[in-house]
């Protein structure tokens, strides 16, 4: 029996031969015992053509190693079998706690489509019940508003508008209201003060924490009449217009670039004026240009005022065109069924204020402005263009006439279709104006005049008309004390409407305050919110 087993060790892996047993004796005893050649066992030994190569007890040994080892393996299998078997438990466990979790998800997802659905019947209910209510509203207010706007157009209001903010100012002459990367900003041209034309005219920019305009920026100017603000190519100017330095009216005007990087207006450009009023920039055909009003040359008021374009090649405006004038005070660019015209008022000709004021218009094939139409005006100082429901509207504003009246008229003509040329279509009381200012609010057409002086005193009431569409005329609004008022700005910032008023001289003295106005709830028939 134990030959059997000396045998079976003989067939057993590499790993478990006794070494006593090469590799070629132990193939050879394989093919001899296959053979059943020349293999004896006595007593302990196996013996191999009479050599001995096992014993019995080394027999034994390797069989007690054999199970040991297949012991062992069996306990790895066990092992792996009970770790395979709580795996499976394992997951089984987070397959039902995810299964659980589906069904918990899935009951949620029903319940807020039920509120999704129940949340938009509702809102369609409030959608239909709140176009019902501003139905009735609109239908209410179809049937009041004739009565709304004979009500207005019957009455003059005597109310004030509320006070914004009050500004020191030196005899000023004009606001001009601009943006520059959402910044407001308000510039003031100051005329003179008590004792020098020379003086610094100042830029505020509105703080929206406070509310009000404070200061941004000063600049020396002599004599200044006006600021314009324009932009080329992305880049911010501001122009200003030197009147009179106290010795002489021919003098350079100033342009200014606003700087990025310092956060402030820079000189750019200096060009010679004379006697200087008003700067017009205007856009025509891609091309930008900048006109300038002269008023007196230190010897004459019939002298040229010029027309400047800007040349992108030398980064400079260049003279354009010169256009004869006679004590020029303003130009006033507008367009109208596709062509450019430049509307100059002429305030006096060294004889007489009561003269024509001319309207020119640009002839695109010799490429300059030729003259249109001449108005008869008195003392002209601003034209102000407009348009109403399609139609097109120039205001003069009319100062003085021969008589050296300042309680005049001032004139609103409207563009006749058929004649293509400006014909009169109202008169409206002025004393000594300077200045229209246009603005629209809700659909409604709005026109403010400041009136400056009466002949005995600047401390006078301006005023402000409206457009009443029933009449086709404007009317009286409100009226507002001024101190020698020569300019109106109106303005919008974060839907809230302002008029700014530059005062010259309140009979005592030109340091006098500017006012800014804000556009709220001034009268019943006012159509601010």
């Not at 003059?156 to 990367?181: H, V």
């Not at 100017?237 to 030197?242: E, P």
């Not at 606003?258 to 956060?263: L, S």
């Not at 409206?428 to 809700?442: A, P, Q, S, V």
Request: negative net charge.
């Amino acid at each position: 029996m134990w030959l059997l087993l000396s045998l079976l060790l003989l067939l057993l892996p590499t790993a478990l031969c006794v070494p006593r047993i090469r590799s070629d004796e132990r193939s050879n005893l394989l093919l001899v015992a296959g053979q059943g050649k020349n293999i004896s066992a006595i007593a302990d030994s196996i013996f191999l053509n009479g050599e001995e190569i096992i014993t019995k007890d080394e027999v034994l040994s390797m069989l007690n190693a054999f199970q040991t080892t297949i012991s062992q393996q069996s306990e790895a299998i066990s092992q792996l079998n009970s770790a395979v078997s709580q795996l499976d438990a394992s997951t089984q466990t987070e397959i039902n706690a995810l299964q659980t979790e589906n069904q918990k998800l899935q009951e949620q997802l029903a319940v807020l489509n039920g509120s999704t659905t129940t949340l938009q019947t509702a809102l369609d209910t409030l959608t239909t019940q709140t176009t019902n209510e501003i139905d009735n509203i609109n239908t209410k207010l179809t049937v009041l508003q004739p009565q709304i706007d004979e009500s207005c157009a019957s009455s003059t209001p005597s109310l004030s508008l509320p006070l914004f903010q009050q500004i020191d100012t030196s005899g000023a002459f004009d606001w001009e209201y601009f943006t520059i990367n959402n910044h407001n900003y308000l510039a003031v041209a100051n005329y003179r003060n008590e004792v020098s034309f020379n003086i610094k005219s100042s830029i505020y920019r509105f703080n929206t924490t406070t509310q009000q305009f404070v200061l941004f920026q000063q600049m020396d100017t002599e004599g200044a009449l006006e600021w314009e603000f324009f932009t080329i190519n992305n880049t911010s100017y501001l122009a200003v217009v030197n009147h009179y330095n106290g010795t002489s009216y021919n003098i350079k005007s100033n342009i200014y670039r606003f700087d990025t990087t310092a956060q402030q207006f820079v000189p750019f450009q200096q060009i010679d004026t004379n006697g200087a009023r008003d700067w017009e920039f205007f856009i025509l055909n891609n091309t930008n240009y900048l006109a300038v009003a002269n008023y007196y040359n230190d010897e004459s008021s019939n002298i040229n005022s010029n027309i400047y374009r800007f040349d992108s090649t030398m980064q400079l405006f260049v003279l354009f065109q010169q256009i004869d004038t006679n004590g020029a005070l303003d130009w006033q660019y507008f367009t109208f069924n596709y062509s450019s015209y430049l509307a100059v008022a002429h305030h006096e000709n060294g004889e007489s204020y009561d003269i024509k004021s001319n309207i020119y218009r640009y002839d695109s094939t010799i490429q300059q402005f030729v003259l249109f139409q001449q108005i008869d005006t008195n003392g002209a100082t601003e034209w102000e263009y407009f348009s109403i429901n399609n139609a097109n509207y120039l205001a003069i504003a009319n100062q003085i006439n021969d008589l050296e009246s300042f309680n005049i008229k001032s004139n609103i003509y409207r563009l006749n279709t058929t004649t293509q040329q400006f014909a009169l279509f109202q008169q409206i009381d002025t004393i000594g104006t300077r200045n229209w200012k246009y603005f629209n609010i809700n659909n409604t057409s709005y026109l403010a005049v400041v009136n400056q002086y009466d002949g005995t005193t600047y401390n006078i009431k301006s005023n402000i008309y409206r457009f009443d569409s029933t009449a086709q005329q404007f009317v009286l609004f409100l009226q507002i004390d001024t101190n020698g008022a020569l300019d109106w700005e109106f303005f919008t910032i974060n839907n809230t409407m302002y008029l700014a008023v530059a005062n010259l001289y309140n009979d005592v003295t030109y340091d006098v305050k500017s006012n800014i106005y804000r556009l709220s709830n001034v009268a019943a028939c006012w159509d601010v919110d």
